[in-house]
């Protein structure tokens, strides 16, 4: 019945952009945190930006300030990562997570690749 599911992931070059939306449905009370986490292959996984719907504020990895914007519909049920001026390093796949309360819920990844 809960699902996160991610979208948008895809083939870019460098200095592209590209949009990645996640969805979360199933839930009978609101988000208090979403998140987008990558992880490189042979690389441990790591937070590229988070946000809390309730006011808004969000984090972002220092590597992709200025360049990714994550953001929230009104209904706070989805969350987007527009990634702008992309790098060969933000090649990974791209999760997004749902914290309801204390439980964690995970969408099963996009691809994203940056490459000429």
């Known amino acids: 019945q809960v699902q996160v599911v991610e979208s948008g992931g895809g083939l870019v070059q460098p200095g592209g952009s590209l949009r990645l939306s996640c969805a979360a449905s199933?839930?009978?009370?609101?988000?208090?945190?979403m998140a987008w986490y990558r992880q490189a292959p042979g690389k441990e996984r790591e937070l590229v930006a988070g946000?809390?719907?309730?006011?808004?504020?969000?984090s972002y990895q220092d590597s992709v300030k200025g360049r990714f914007t994550i953001s929230r519909d009104n209904a706070k049920n989805t969350v987007v990562l527009q990634m702008n001026s992309l790098k060969p390093e933000d090649t990974a796949v791209y999760l997004c997570?749902?914290?309801?309360?204390?439980?964690?819920?995970w969408g099963q990844g996009t691809q994203v690749t940056v490459s000429s």
């Open positions: 997570f749902v914290r309801v309360g204390s439980r964690g819920y």
């Open positions: 199933g839930f009978r009370v609101s988000i208090n945190y």
């Open positions: 946000i809390t719907p309730a006011d808004n504020n969000t």
